[in-house]
């Protein structure tokens, strides 16, 4: 790979091509070569002057254009990295067709770089069974297809089929160039994050500090390394590429789809705050203000304790735990204590510091020392939060292959 690692980012005829322009200049902005590929159809949506601009370099569009340069083996074979974004449903049946109709298609033909799909479609095409048998042909070679995330879609309606962020795009790319094994492909994870929230009327709840950042980075490490991944996800964060998000607000919704996703999982981590305890009552109507306001609460079920309960053999479960010394024991004390208590594979324990301290809740960066049920424990020191996430995916593959290695 050159100095400057080089990309084709392919643009197909959806109204997400917008979008691809911001992951062009996120790219373009981070030091790449990236050369634009977009469809005929893309052009309608966005023009070869836009893709020119900001790529610095000649719009390639055209199989007939250049032809003694033969453009599609030369994009083909010199790309370190092929991004299609969005990918539409058509653009997938040629592309798993294996028809080079175009200049797009035949690139992807002499491409032996690692491919990223990023589709954007309406949900109904999304889940037609065309699609879906395109997309497992895509992936059974080797091409990267990422899930497309929720929410609203063109017009109207809303469902799964938004490009997910430019900025979750420019990650994953940066994660394939910089040669992350794929060693997580084929297991499926569960990750939860964020901080819950226990309304007591429509307006009010009782949340936490936590910003989910550290459960987010969990996810984009594991998919990055390979992994079916499902996030939990009480955050308000945007969707990591390549991830299945299922949004949740309480404790008690939380628990249902962690535990649903939970069956036949390789492993879960529960990176998020789940709050102790929610409101006995919820009020329909919004409380008036008045001297005082009494809340009882009651305590919420514990999911990490319910999934060592229910753990099916080879499933490794990790939980976090944000503690703070005092005249009982020290933070490691106790930590060891819950452990035990919950039963889980590993515990990711932070200090928990004040708002600005270097660690934990709402920063970028994180420490940790995570404890292993066979006695080891790791001193993960003051570093970004992927740098943590994808620590604990080590110690997780090792807890697999039964490899726990001695006290660090
Ligand atoms: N957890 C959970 N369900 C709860 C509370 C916590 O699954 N109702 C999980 C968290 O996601 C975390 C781990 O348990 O992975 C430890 O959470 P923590 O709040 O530190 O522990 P608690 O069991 O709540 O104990 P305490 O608050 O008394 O320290």
Not at 111 to 130: I, K, L, S, Y
Not at 162 to 185: I, K, N, V, W
Not at 372 to 387: E, F, Q, R, T, W
Not at 389 to 395: K, P
């Amino acid at each position: 790979m050159s100095d400057r690692p080089s990309i084709v980012l392919g643009v197909a005829g959806g109204i997400a091509a917008y979008k691809a322009v911001e992951l062009l200049r996120r790219l373009s902005e981070s030091g790449h070569d990236v050369t634009v590929v977009p469809t005929g159809a893309a052009l309608r949506f966005v023009g070869a002057a836009t893709w020119a601009a900001l790529s610095g370099r000649p719009v390639a569009d055209d199989l007939w254009a250049q032809v003694h340069e033969v453009p599609h083996v030369r994009l083909g074979q010199s790309a370190d990295l092929v991004v299609v974004a969005p990918a539409t449903a058509d653009l997938m049946a040629r592309a798993a067709a294996g028809l080079a109709d175009d200049l797009l298609t035949a690139v992807l033909l002499t491409a032996r770089c690692p491919v990223v799909f990023a589709p954007a479609m309406h949900t109904e095409m999304w889940e037609h069974p065309a699609t879906r048998a395109n997309v497992a042909l895509l992936r059974e070679r080797g091409v990267l297809v990422v899930e497309p995330a929720e929410g609203r879609l063109t017009g109207a309606d809303s469902g799964q089929g938004r490009l997910p962020e430019p900025s979750e795009l420019a990650e994953l790319c940066r994660g394939l160039l910089a040669g992350t094994a794929p060693d997580l492909a084929g297991r499926r994870v569960v990750v939860s994050a964020g901080g819950t929230r226990e309304h007591f009327d429509p307006v009010r709840f009782l949340g936490n500090r936590s910003s989910g950042k550290q459960g987010y980075a969990l996810a984009r490490a594991a998919a990055a390394r390979g992994a079916e991944v499902v996030l939990v996800s009480s955050a308000a964060l945007a969707d990591p590429a390549g991830v299945r998000v299922v949004r949740v607000t309480s404790a008690l919704e939380l628990r249902d789809a962690v535990l649903a996703a939970a069956q036949g999982a390789d492993a879960v981590v529960m990176a998020a705050a789940v709050a102790d305890h929610r409101p006995v009552e919820r009020f329909v109507t919004k409380r008036k203000k008045g001297a005082r306001l009494t809340v009882e609460l009651v305590q919420n079920p514990d999911v990490l304790s319910e999934l060592v309960a229910a753990r099916t053999s080879g499933q490794v479960l990790v939980g976090f735990a944000a503690e703070t010394g005092d005249a009982d024991g020290d933070v490691l004390t106790h930590a060891r204590a819950k452990l035990t208590t919950k039963g889980c594979d590993l515990l990711v324990v932070n200090e928990v510091g004040e708002a600005g301290h270097p660690t934990g809740f709402e920063g970028d960066r994180n420490a940790a020392t995570v404890l292993s049920s066979d006695g080891a424990s790791y001193d993960i020191p003051l570093g970004s939060k992927d740098v943590l996430a994808h620590r604990v995916w080590d110690l997780v593959a090792q807890h697999w292959t039964g490899r726990v290695a001695a006290t660090s």
